[in-house]
């Protein structure tokens, strides 16, 4: 079992910046791939971020490349993700997962996932 905990959510002003903590414990964190995804109301959870166990694979959605960096820190169990350039459209609830995979960016992949961290930008 692996349990994850987010943090770091808030109320923002475009353009603003945040950075979500999502802390692992339970199994060996070090080994799996670490992702984050969003959901905003009425849609769909989306792909956001994911970085392999060794930070060796990166990848963003579109939508945030250039704005948004994926980081871990695996003597901490803690995986970041570091919001810049808030737009209104990133409104969302963020969470992190994990996968046993060593790299995937496929939401029916991850196993375990976090309870999510509320993300408001207003415009």
């Known amino acids: 079992q692996v349990h994850l905990v987010e943090s770091g959510g808030g109320l923002v002003q475009a353009g603003g910046s945040l950075r979500l903590s999502c802390a692992a414990s339970g199994r060996t964190f070090s080994r799996y791939v670490m992702g984050w995804f969003r959901q905003a109301p009425g849609k769909e959870r989306e792909f956001v971020a994911a970085m392999s166990w060794n930070g060796g694979l990166t990848g963003y959605t579109d939508s945030v490349k250039g704005r948004f960096t994926i980081s871990r820190d695996n003597a901490k169990n803690t995986v970041y993700l570091q919001m810049n350039n808030l737009k209104p459209e990133d409104t969302a609830v963020y969470y992190c997962?994990?996968?046993?995979?060593?790299?995937?960016?496929?939401?029916?992949?991850?196993?375990?996932w976090g309870q999510g961290t509320q993300v408001t930008v207003s415009s």
């Open positions: 997962a994990t996968s046993l995979r060593y790299y995937t960016d496929s939401r029916i992949d991850y196993t375990y």
